[in-house]
């Protein structure tokens, strides 16, 4: 072994090279594949879980058969909060509308709260710590309406008056019973009165802390419990408030699409040939030809999401945050490594400079063939309008278009060296943001449970892919099919 | 380690790929045309070395009988990619040019095998299996189907080419009959 080699063999063997972490994982996964890598156990278990919370939620919000009247709660006051015991809350209760025709008796588990926290129309809800028949009594003489006289047996629950018939018997009333409302005082300041009373020291039917506030009726042909008392300002404002709020929610909705494209490309402007001012190599000399890119489209595609605020009742404002990978393949054809130069333009003063590079690359014209990519991760935050110009409730068209501003996550670009001979990678040379636009038409159509949407989309890259100082401009154009939905 | 690894334990297979992994993603990359290539060599590698390390008898340093495997890991691939039968013959060679600017300057050891890499496959493969891995001709040429005198004149083409790019970057000193590397980074 000569000395040449033997300095060889050393300098080799002290080259190391960190691998990345995949290489292990692929090892692994290869050695045991009854043990996955952990992640995608972790995976898996979080899909797990938004597809169960996604259930949940859609159980909870589209539950049948019960109707709801949510009464909401008063705002309340610094001095209402400063008042001990006089704390206000919503309990809702649900009432199956044939334990009410049957009279039968409700229970409410209410921790907390003294007993009887509410009562509809007669019926005793009974707290399960405090099953008092004095209380029951009590309370059945303050709540109950004159007209509407209630059966008490001491000992029992109250023996309930006939109700109403209800036309659908299978329905179920929900109802949300405001315990102020209900003149039905808590904790202990309903405690110390409710004595008072039974000492005979406040009279029962005085008594500001028992006096029904609110009056409840069940109307028949609804099947809806209904609120007859008078409205408190305060409950007003309230309800109107949650009118605001539901207005406004109403306007937003949000849609999750995913879209696959087919990625084109266009080129404009002219090469810069290589002169005598800018030094080249002799194998570049002559038989210069034209530069022409060998390419096809690729596969692509864009997902994300998109928040529309309703403007007027046709048109959106909308605005997410988009993926988008799209790309092209060239044809290409390895050569042995090549020197190659690339003529740019300082964009500064004009002047012409040369980058040289080493490729395998050739222009896709001799053997070997081989498709190389040219592609980039896109995240986008788009801005735009969508207008709807035809529909109904059931079936909507629409039109839709955006600005992308466009972060390159990542990218790889060959281009063609000055001679046009080869192809060369420089990173260098590629632009770190861009501005993109969408257009499209889709078809909206609502299903059960969701809302889609279909329908061709185009997006088209207004800055050239490359920066300034590459004179020839590409811009990339994505065509696809958009499939979006929402709730 | 190796008894771990013959337990199938993926702690001891762990501990044993973090110790060799480093050094032999170097040799990979000595063979392969980029750094994603070279990963791909050295995994497939480990995976054999891994399910054949029962073969190993423990006579001669594990290391070694590690790099071995995963040489000739390399080769296949190259040969299942037909990257290296497809470039073993020298037309192309005699019209090519290096140029030593694209060489990186950063450690030495690093220039060398990025000059090595610069040569075509068939050079560098034949190069990297006779002056760095120590296998004689007559062995290459069993490994890459050849004929011996092929391998012999394709080393001294590659020795010649690069040499060539060494002593432009440096790296060699001259007289070229008493060819020395320089010590230390450039």
Redesign the interface.
Known sequence: M????Q??????????????K???H???N???PG?RWPSVTMSLLLIFTLVVIGHLNTNNSGRSGYLTNKIPEPKKSALDLKKKGNSTYNQRIVIRKTDLDKGKKVFVYSPGRSANAGLVKGIPIRDHQNNNAREDQLLADNLQPANNPVTFVPGKNLILPPQPTFSNDQSDVTKDIDTKETGVQNDANSDKTLNAILQGKIDASRGDNFKPTKKITIEKKNSVITDDAPKKETQGAAIKTTKLHKKRNDKVSWVYFGAPVVSSVSFSGKPLKPSTSVSL?P?LSGNQKENKVLHNSALGFEAGTQMNYSLSKKLQFTAGAHLTYSGYNIISN??????ATLVLRDPSNGMPYSR???T?YGDGTGQ?SVTIRNYSWQASIPVGLQYQFLGNDKVQFNIAGNFEPSLILKSQAYILSSDGKNYVNDPALMRKWNVSSNFGAFVGFSSRKFKWQVGPNVRYQWLSTYIKDYTIKEHLIDYGIRIGISK | MVQGCLD?R?SA??AL?NRF???M??VC??FA?N?ED??DM??EG??KV??QIHQFRGQGALEGWIRRIVVHTCINVLKKNK?FT??VDLF??G?????E??IPSIL???Q??EC?R???VGYKTVL?L???E?YSHKEIGAILDIEESTSRSQYTRA?SML?DVLLKKKILQQPRE????VSGSN
């Open positions: 000569t000395d040449f080699e300095s060889l063999q050393e300098h080799a063997d002290n080259f190391q090279m960190a691998p990345s995949k290489v292990w692929g090892i692994y290869d050695l045991h043990k190599s194998a390895e050569v042995h490594p090549f020197f040289s590079f080493i395998h070997a | 199938n993926a297979q762990e790929y992994s480093p050094r993603l170097g990359y000595r045309r750094r070279a990963e050295m995994q480990f995976i891994f399910t990257k497809d470039s192309h060679a019209s090519m040019y290096l140029n600017n694209n030495q050891a690093k060398v095998v090595i610069l040569l075509p990297n006779y002056a760095i120590g020795k040499e008493k060819i020395k590397m």
